[in-house]
């Protein structure tokens, strides 16, 4: 943080809002080839009709705002009317819910070195950023992807992607947006669950040294990261305890206690499976940071096979996503249990 810097006001209250007591965040800013691919799975055509109305249903779930603080949004989604002329964002704020938008432009290989990946959309940043901000947006994020293998992740790598989120971070604060900054540590591979954490560690390290460095004021961001797990391959897969132990270990080592919030990615996990470690993780306590959610596919999976495309399962993939909320909920609480998973819609998270 610079000297003598001041937190501005509005970038707390946003802080506050996404940070509500038991409330996560919802990720639903999967570009085009992303949800091209997760409607595919199931036949849904990936028009333009389609993906708006798959949008509309998720915001407009009754009862959402109760376990749910703010939603990302992608470019489209963000620009979009709602069948009934709506602007997304205006769904959102009119259901107390904060509206923010994924500014990364996906991303690309890293060149000269094999399986790495960086992210791009530096490019005209700052003046998207302001006209996202005059169109209501509040928050905003970046996601940097670091993947684990023979001879991977290279500093390299890490210190690239660490150097963009800050200039993001710092660009957004400028911008009067608060930034979500996700360095994710993909699951995938064979590696123990003591190698993730290490990486992840280095990875998180990177990411604060270069905040640090840009200025970037800790009291204004989120972060947005992943569970410390054994690799999906791996052949001994760590227990929720260990998870709990070494995820808050690995935090407590890198995340300086001035960031207000951090959020956890589903990254994959089967959506019982990230509840469930977000519970452990919860009921541990003592840590220093609000943790949160911001689940993508961890919220929504059941609901979008549940529409599978059709006006007719509005109303039932809607409750799908509000019982994944509510459980998810629970979990920030240290209350959720295999009971939660019968609740019935209607029923309060605190119960
Ligand atoms: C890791 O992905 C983010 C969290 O989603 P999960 O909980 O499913 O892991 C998610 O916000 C992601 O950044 C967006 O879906 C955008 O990804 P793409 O690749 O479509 O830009």
């Given at each position: 943080m610079k000297p003598g810097h001041e937190l501005g006001t509005s970038l707390q209250a946003t802080v506050s809002a996404l940070l509500a007591p038991a409330k996560g965040i919802l990720a639903a800013d999967e570009s085009f080839s992303t949800l091209g691919k997760r409607f595919a799975a199931l036949g849904i055509p990936s028009t333009e009709d389609n993906r708006r109305a798959y949008r509309e249903l998720l915001f407009g779930t009754p009862g959402l705002e109760e376990f749910i603080s703010g939603a990302i949004l992608s470019d489209e989604t963000f620009r979009q009317d709602t069948a009934s002329g709506t602007p997304m964002p205006e769904v959102l704020t009119g259901r107390s819910m904060v509206p923010g938008i994924k500014v990364d432009a996906g991303l690309a290989a890293f060149p000269g070195f094999e399986k790495e990946m960086f992210t791009q959309g530096l490019d005209g940043l700052r003046q998207r950023l302001a006209e996202y901000r005059e169109s209501g947006a509040r928050f905003t994020k970046w996601r940097a992807v670091t993947s684990i293998g023979r001879?991977?992740?290279?500093r390299t790598c890490i210190r690239s992607n660490a150097d963009a989120l800050a200039l993001f971070a710092s660009l957004s604060q400028e911008a009067g947006l608060v930034p979500i900054v996700e360095p994710e540590v993909l699951m995938d591979g064979t590696h123990t669950i003591a190698v993730c954490e290490e990486v992840t560690r280095a990875v998180l390290q990177a990411v604060f040294d270069a905040l640090f460095g840009h200025g970037v004021?800790?009291?204004?961001l989120l972060l947005k990261t992943g569970m410390v797990l054994s690799g999906t391959d791996c052949a001994e897969q760590a227990d929720d305890a260990q998870v709990a132990e070494a995820t808050l270990r690995c935090f407590r080592r890198s995340v300086p206690a001035a960031v207000p919030g951090i959020v956890f990615l589903s990254g994959g996990q089967s959506d019982v499976a990230a509840t469930r470690r977000l519970d452990a993780i919860c009921r541990t306590g003592g840590a220093p940071w609000t943790l949160g959610f911001s689940f993508g596919r961890g919220l929504q999976n059941e609901a979008l096979k549940t529409w599978n495309?059709?006006?007719?399962?509005v109303a039932a993939a809607q409750a799908a996503l509000l019982h994944r909320a509510r459980c998810d909920s629970l979990a920030l609480l240290g209350k959720y249990s295999a009971e939660a998973e019968r609740f019935e819609p209607g029923q309060k998270a605190s119960a």
């Open positions: 001879g991977r992740p290279t004021r800790l009291e204004a495309g059709s006006p007719a399962n």
